[in-house]
């Protein structure tokens, strides 16, 4: 099956910068990737859609609380999909998952976790 795997998290102050990334592998060319996405899950609280892109790059969407901070990308050629985060509050804290949503399946990450305090 498809694997995801995440990385670049880690502890960053308030305004900080960090980007993750989330490379795949274990598919073949008979799967087709429709979107990849970022969720994160802070303790005590529901996993959240953060940021998603389309198999193609052309069309993006955020959660309205990082719009403008966060930037999701995708190098097809890497089979790499990217979040940068700017600006980044305490809020932001959780820890974050790579989805992928494929013609033959939904797959998850293991998560990367990210924390920001001063």
């Known amino acids: 099956q498809v694997q995801l795997a995440e990385s670049g998290g880690g502890l960053v102050q308030p305004g900080g910068s960090l980007r993750l990334s989330c490379v795949a592998s274990?598919?073949?060319?008979?799967?087709?990737?429709?979107?990849m996405a970022w969720y994160r899950q802070a303790p005590g609280k529901e996993r959240e859609l953060v940021a998603a892109?389309?198999?193609?790059?052309?069309?993006?969407n955020y959660a309205e609380s990082v719009k403008g901070r966060f930037t999701i990308s995708r190098d097809n050629a890497k089979n790499t999909v990217y979040l940068q985060m700017n600006d980044l509050k305490p809020d932001d804290a959780a820890v974050y998952y790579c989805?992928?949503?494929?013609?033959?399946?939904?797959?998850w990450g293991q998560g990367t976790q990210v924390t920001v305090s001063s």
């Open positions: 989805n992928g949503v494929f013609s033959r399946g939904d797959y």
């Open positions: 274990g598919f073949t060319f008979s799967f087709s990737v429709y979107r």
């Open positions: 892109i389309s198999s193609a790059g052309y069309s993006t």
